[in-house]
C-alpha cells in the first residue's frame, strides 16, 4: 500500500488549484484556492508562513472529509519523506519519520529490520504525520504506547518545537493535535523494541486469524500478514480496483459512554441480546459502533443517496460507490445512520475523520 493511492498521478511540484478529490481516498471534495506541495519540513515552514490563512494541511487524505466546496484558502500537500534511527541500544531504537512518510511503508520497514512496536497497524493508510493527531490504533496497538516526541511547527508563536508524548494528551482517537491547527506535524520519534517477535497479541480476532490465544507473540512478520489479511477482507487496505476501499475507513468511533449511560443503554438493547463492550477508565465503558448501526438497521452495503453506501465488508465504512458521489450524499447517509442510531438506542455516534467546509 503505498500513498500514491491518494495523489493524482500529475502532481508533481505544483500550485495549481484543482479538485481536492484527487488528493483524498474519498475521492470527494471541491476545489483549493491554491495548492502547495512540501517535500521537506523546512518546506512545509515556508509554504505555512507564507500562506494567508486559511490553510489546510494535508498529506495521505485518508481521515478527512472535504465539503463540495472546497477549500478557499492554501492547500499544503505534505510529502516530506524519510526516516533515521536517532538512539538505540542493545534492546531498542528510536527512529525519526517524516511527516510525509507513508505509513505502510514505515511499518513494513520496521517488522523488516525487526523493531516490533508497529505491526499491527500493517495497512493503515495515509501519512506518518497524521499518526499523532488521532492516536492512530487498530488490532490491539495505538501509536501513543511508541511515540516519545512529536516534532511540529507551532503557528501561534513561529516556533519549531518537539512535544514529549506525555504532553501529547493522547486518549482514544484524541490528542491536543486533533481539531486544532495551531501545530503542524514535521516528524514523529517512535521507540521500538529490538525484537523478532511481536508484542503479546491482544486483539480477539487477530489471535484468532493467526491461531494462538490472546497474550501469545508470534513472528513480526506473521502478524504482519495477518492484519493485512483482515484489514483487506474489511476493505479497509487502499485497491484503487476495490469501491470498499474508497473511504476514510471508519466513519464513526467507538462511543464512551459513562456507567449510567451505559446501564440505559443495555436496557434499550435487551431483546437484542448483550452488546459487545470494554470497560475503560473512570468507570466509563466503550461500545461497538458497528453493532450499534447493524442493530439499527443498516446492514453492509445499505444505500445511500447518488452513489454512496455502507461498505460491503464492514459496517462502519461509508463508501463513494460510483467514485463521482458528493459529500453532502455521503453526509445524508451519515446524519440517517447517526440519529437512527440515537432514536434506537440513545447513544450518539461522532464521526472519526476531520471534516473540513461541512458539518454532520
Known amino acids: 500500500m503505498s500513498d500514491a493511492y491518494a495523489q493524482p498521478t500529475t502532481e508533481a511540484d505544483r500550485a495549481i488549484p484543482g479538485p481536492l478529490a484527487s488528493y483524498t481516498t474519498l475521492r470527494m471534495g471541491g476545489p483549493a484556492g491554491r495548492i502547495v506541495t512540501a517535500g521537506s519540513a523546512d518546506e512545509i ?38 526516516l533515521r534511527v536517532v538512539t538505540e541500544d542493545a534492546d531498542s531504537v528510536t527512529v525519526r519519520v517524516e511527516a510525509g512518510e507513508p505509513w505502510d511503508d514505515l511499518v513494513a520497514t520496521t517488522v523488516a529490520n525487526g523493531w ?7 495497512g493503515v493508510p495515509g501519512s506518518t504525520g497524521a ?16 511515540i516519545t516526541e512529536v516534532e511540529v511547527y507551532d503557528r501561534v508563536d513561529g516556533s519549531r518545537q518537539r512535544i514529549a508524548a506525555a504532553d501529547c494528551g493522547f486518549a482514544y482517537r484524541k490528542s491536543i493535535f486533533k481539531y486544532r491547527d495551531r501545530w503542524v506535524v514535521l516528524s514523529v520519534d517512535f521507540r521500538l523494541t529490538r525484537s523478532p517477535i511481536s508484542g503479546p497479541v491482544r486483539y480477539a480476532e487477530l489471535a ?4 494462538v490465544e490472546v497474550g501469545d507473540r508470534v513472528p513480526l512478520a506473521e502478524a504482519r500478514e495477518a492484519v493485512l489479511r483482515l484489514r483487506a477482507g ?25 456507567r449510567p449511560a451505559y446501564e440505559s443503554f443495555r436496557e434499550r438493547a435487551a431483546a437484542l441480546g448483550e452488546p459487545p463492550a470494554w470497560p475503560g477508565s473512570d468507570d466509563t465503558v466503550k461500545v461497538s459502533a458497528a453493532w450499534l448501526i447493524d442493530k439499527a438497521g443498516f446492514a453492509k452495503g445499505h444505500p445511500g443517496p447518488d452513489g454512496v453506501a455502507i461498505s460491503g465488508k464492514h459496517t462502519l465504512a461509508l463508501t463513494n460507490r460510483t467514485g463521482t458521489a458528493s459529500t453532502a450524499d455521503l453526509l445524508t447517509l451519515a446524519r440517517e445512520i447517526r440519529d437512527t442510531v440515537h432514536a434506537r438506542f440513545g447513544v450518539t455516534l461522532h464521526p472519526e475523520p476531520v471534516l473540513i467546509s461541512c458539518t454532520l
Open 45 to 82: 515552514i515556508r509554504a505555512v508562513r507564507a500562506a494567508d490563512d486559511p490553510v489546510l494541511i494535508l498529506a495521505g487524505g485518508s481521515n478527512v472529509v472535504i465539503g463540495d466546496a472546497g477549500f478557499a484558502g492554501t492547500v499544503v500537500l505534505v510529502r516530506s519523506r524519510g
Open 116 to 122: 516490533a512496536g508497529l505491526e499491527c497497524l500493517s
Open 131 to 146: 499518526t499523532p493527531i488521532q492516536n492512530v490504533g487498530a488490532y490491539g496497538q495505538e501509536v501513543a504506547e511508541t
Open 208 to 211: 484468532r486469524s493467526l491461531g
Open 234 to 258: 474489511k476493505g479497509m487496505v487502499l485497491d484503487a480496483a476495490d469501491a470498499d476501499t474508497r473511504s476514510v475507513g471508519s466513519f464513526f468511533t467507538n462511543p464512551v459512554l459513562t
